[in-house]
């Protein structure tokens, strides 16, 4: 079992940055590739970022890269996500979440889910 709790949104203007945190219990957290997704109001749950269980491994979607930066501390049981250069496009809940060993780009994959954290970027 892991349990998955996000933490670090908010509400930011348009250019600023935030950084995400997901805290993660459990020993087998390093046997888990971790991901990010976001949902917005209307819209289907997306796939933004994953790192791979060691950290060497990592893949974003199109509409991130170059912007966003996925780490991982395997000794604080920790994944974040950078977010730099931050637009109104990307308000949304963002959720952690973790597949073991295999990085994953689908929702469908996961077996762990945390409850979400809301970043709202204003205009």
């Known amino acids: 079992q892991v349990q998955l709790v996000e933490s670090g949104g908010g509400l930011v203007q348009a250019g600023g940055s935030l950084r995400l945190s997901c805290a993660a219990s459990?020993?087998?957290?390093?046997?888990?590739?971790m991901g990010w997704f976001r949902q917005a109001p209307g819209k289907e749950r997306e796939f933004v970022s994953v790192?791979?269980?060691?950290?060497?491994?990592?893949r974003y979607a199109d509409s991130v890269k170059g912007r966003f930066t996925i780490s991982r501390d395997n000794a604080k049981n920790t994944v974040y996500l950078q977010m730099n250069s931050l637009k109104p496009e990307d308000t949304a809940v963002y959720y952690c979440?973790?597949?073991?060993?295999?990085?994953?780009?689908?929702?469908?994959?996961?077996?762990?889910w945390g409850q979400g954290t809301q970043v709202t970027v204003s205009s």
């Open positions: 979440a973790a597949v073991l060993k295999r990085l994953a780009e689908s929702a469908y994959d996961y077996d762990y």
């Open positions: 790192i791979s269980w060691s950290g060497g491994s990592t």
């Open positions: 459990g020993r087998t957290f390093s046997s888990y590739a």
